[in-house]
C-alpha cells in the first residue's frame, strides 16, 4: 500500500521545455489535487480533479495542464517551462468528508 | 475570499517544554473545517490534527492539541512535551465545508533544542 507516489523526484529543465509530472494513488480516493510549494508563500492549488474524467482551476494555473487519466492518476504537465516554475510540486488526494494525503513531492528546477 | 494567516516564520522551543503555534483566518462562512500539518525536512506533509468548525470541543491528539476561537477566527496549535522529532514547517489550512480546495498559510518553522 504506497499511498500517494510522484514520480520523477527531482528534474532540471531548460527554459521552453515540456514534461509531465505523475501521480498516483492506490487508496481509491475520488479526488486528486496538483500543487505548488514556494518559499514563503505555503502551498497554492494548481488543479484538482473531483472526479475522474473532470478538472478545474486552481489558484494559479496558468502554464499548466492536467489530465485525470483515471481514478488512479493525476497528471500535470509543462508545455514551455519557464523559470518562474521552479518550485516543489505536491499530489494530493481525498476521499469525501475526509482530509488530504499528499505525496513526497518533485522538486523542479527551471534553468 | 478565505484566507490564512500564520504571523510567526520561525519559532524555537527546548525539549520537553510546550509551544504555541499562531494561526488566524478570514472567512463569511459558518461551516469549514481547519488543519494543521507537518512538513519535516522530508518534505512530506504529514496531517496533525483537525477542526470541524461546528464543533465547540477542541481537538486533540496526543501531545497536539488546537485551541479553537471560531468568534475571533482563531487557530493555535499548542504542542506538549516538545520532542527533537517536532522540528519541522508547521502549516495551517482552511477548508469550507461543501468545496474540495485547501487554503494554506505561509508556515512557521519550528526548531527544537536538547
Known amino acids: 500500500n504506497a499511498g500517494v507516489t510522484q514520480t520523477p523526484k527531482f528534474q532540471v529543465l531548460k527554459t521552453g521545455q515540456s514534461m509531465t509530472l505523475q501521480c498516483a494513488q492506490d487508496?481509491?480516493?475520488?479526488?486528486m489535487y496538483w500543487y505548488r510549494q514556494d518559499p514563503g508563500m505555503g502551498l497554492r492549488l494548481i488543479y484538482y480533479?473531483?472526479?475522474?474524467?473532470?478538472?478545474d482551476k486552481g489558484e494559479v494555473p496558468n502554464g499548466y495542464n492536467v489530465s485525470r487519466l483515471n481514478k488512479r492518476e493525476f497528471s500535470l504537465r509543462l508545455e514551455s517551462a519557464a523559470p518562474s516554475q521552479t518550485s516543489v510540486y505536491f499530489c494530493?488526494?481525498?476521499?469525501?468528508?475526509?482530509?488530504?494525503?499528499f505525496g513526497p513531492g518533485t522538486r523542479l528546477t527551471v534553468l | 475570499a478565505q484566507t490564512v494567516t500564520q504571523s510567526q516564520p520561525e519559532m524555537s522551543v527546548q525539549e520537553a517544554e510546550t509551544v504555541t503555534l499562531s494561526c488566524t483566518y478570514d472567512?463569511?462562512?459558518?461551516?469549514?473545517?481547519l488543519f494543521w500539518y507537518k512538513q519535516p525536512p522530508s518534505r512530506q506533509m504529514i496531517l496533525v490534527i483537525r477542526?470541524?468548525?461546528?464543533?465547540?470541543q477542541n481537538a486533540t491528539e496526543n501531545r497536539f492539541s488546537v485551541n479553537f476561537q471560531k468568534a475571533a477566527k482563531s487557530f493555535s496549535l499548542k504542542i506538549s512535551d516538545s520532542q527533537l522529532g517536532d522540528a519541522a514547517m508547521y502549516f495551517c489550512?482552511?477548508?469550507?465545508?461543501?468545496?474540495?480546495?485547501?487554503?494554506f498559510g505561509t508556515g512557521t518553522r519550528l526548531q527544537v533544542f536538547p
Open positions: 480533479s473531483a472526479s475522474e474524467g473532470t478538472t
Open positions: 494530493a488526494t481525498r476521499e469525501t468528508n475526509n482530509e488530504q494525503f
Open positions: 487508496m481509491n480516493h475520488n479526488s
Open positions: 472567512t463569511s462562512e459558518s461551516d469549514y473545517y
Open positions: 489550512a482552511y477548508r469550507s465545508y461543501n468545496t474540495d480546495k485547501l487554503i
Open positions: 477542526q470541524e468548525a461546528y464543533k465547540q
